[in-house]
């Protein structure tokens, strides 16, 4: 199938160019408020084709250039469903929307297209729960041939789940509110942690761990490439066992578990080398992408460093720690800004003596770089870079857009509850002139960084 260069888009003049008249752009913002939401005093724009942070209604030039990344969007969908690329048509939705969209082109689609991106899109949602009412649907629609469902998983996942014995037993995490659910792992321990998970931003309320049984010939799909060894199996099919109250491990015990046990090297002496400063910045360092964010970024980057030595992941933390501090100095807005990390990686490097010797300038400008595009287009995924895109995600909590399937190492997974306590901690109103100060002391009183 013939694919679109989405660059081209950038560059069709007509929808580059393109001047909207007034009512165009009045037409734009009334769709554009339809997907609105307030995030701690931002707009948030939850579209299904584009998600923009700090969007400003009364702002013709960002109203228009939303409107010109809706035609572009909206233009390669239109080509791709000629070419019939249906993995292309779902990607240029937004991660939230995929589901929907493969039910809309569901029709247009093969059985084999169809089961394939269905597998795609399960393995890349955070929570399936959302569409639980058309889980039933999806996964026995009428018009399809089930015998073709097994492509959802892909060769090893097939296999897999014909070495599994006839009875399973298999294990759910959830909240009480969302004990029904198609997800569940013949993991224990994947289980526990999902049930942990459950529990973040609440008191004292404890997670569940569901333990129940199901046929082999039960279940729908069994996904590995998450490493969750995930058994996907219609709640109707189970049978419930015993549901486990798990409460959640204090964070500063989980944070000094796993780093002061471990011989914890992240000193506030060595954050200190790599302090963002806020003359680096394009515009104002206060927003979101601001000096709270790389510091934390920073530190987290370190964190990380550190852990995935059990990963066998050899690491240079200093070009780590380096481009954690600039990534995102070079942002010209809080929103769509796909181009703020090469201007990131030229910035440095046109700065020699930024970086003391010997650390490589150009390894750090790599990460800027490729930190923003997907990492399929990366021309390689070093472990510097799956650390710092890792540590980066680990701060989307402040967008509350966090999804734990794309965290590329367990180290990062390991981090979920610290990484919400620290943003917590930290997201309130801080003195710009001490944000860096302020920040590495909850760190340190968290047990991430150790004083010295």
Known sequence: MKALNISDWHEAKEIRERIYSDEEVEDIRQELE??????????????????????????????????????????????????????????????????????????????????????????????????????????????????????????????????????????????????????????????????????????????????????????????????????????????????????RMPLRRTARLMMSEMGNPVTSARILQFQPQAKWFARSPDGIHGLAHETRVLILSQVLAFMVRDEDLEIDADIVAWAAAVHDTQRWSDGIDPDHGARAADWILNRPDFVPRPVSLDRVAFLCRWHVPPDRRAPEMTPELKVFKDADALDRWRIDDLDPAYLRTKSAKQLLDVSHDFWAATSGSLDMANTFDEIVAVAMAKGLVVDA
Request: proline share 3%; net charge negative; with cysteine.
């Open 34 to 247: 339809e997907y609105l939401e307030d995030a701690g005093g931002l707009g948030l724009i939850k579209h299904p084709l584009i998600t923009h942070m700090g969007y400003d209604a009364e702002s013709r030039d960002m109203v228009t250039m939303l409107g010109r990344w809706l035609a572009q969007k909206r233009r390669g969908i239109e080509q791709f469903v000629a070419d019939g690329n249906w993995s292309q048509v779902l990607m240029l939705h937004e991660k939230p929307w995929r589901m929907h969209a493969l039910i809309e082109y569901s029709s247009w689609m093969n059985d084999e297209d169809y089961w394939r991106e269905l597998g795609a899109i399960w393995c890349g949602i955070e929570d399936p729960g959302t569409y639980l009412d058309s889980l039933p649907w999806l996964f026995n629609p009428g018009n399809r041939r089930l015998e073709k469902r097994h492509l959802m998983m892909n060769e090893e996942e097939r296999a897999a789940l014909d070495a599994i014995v006839d009875t399973m037993t298999i294990y759910r995490g959830c909240a009480e509110g969302n004990r029904i659910g198609f997800s569940w792992s013949i993991g224990r321990e994947v289980g526990e942690w999902f049930a942990r998970r459950c529990t973040l931003g609440s008191r004292n309320e404890p997670g569940l761990l569901l333990v129940g049984e199901c046929c082999r010939s039960d279940v729908i799909a069994h996904f590995t490439r998450r490493d969750e060894a995930e058994i996907v199996v219609n709640p109707d099919d189970v049978e419930i066992r015993e549901a486990v109250s798990i409460m």
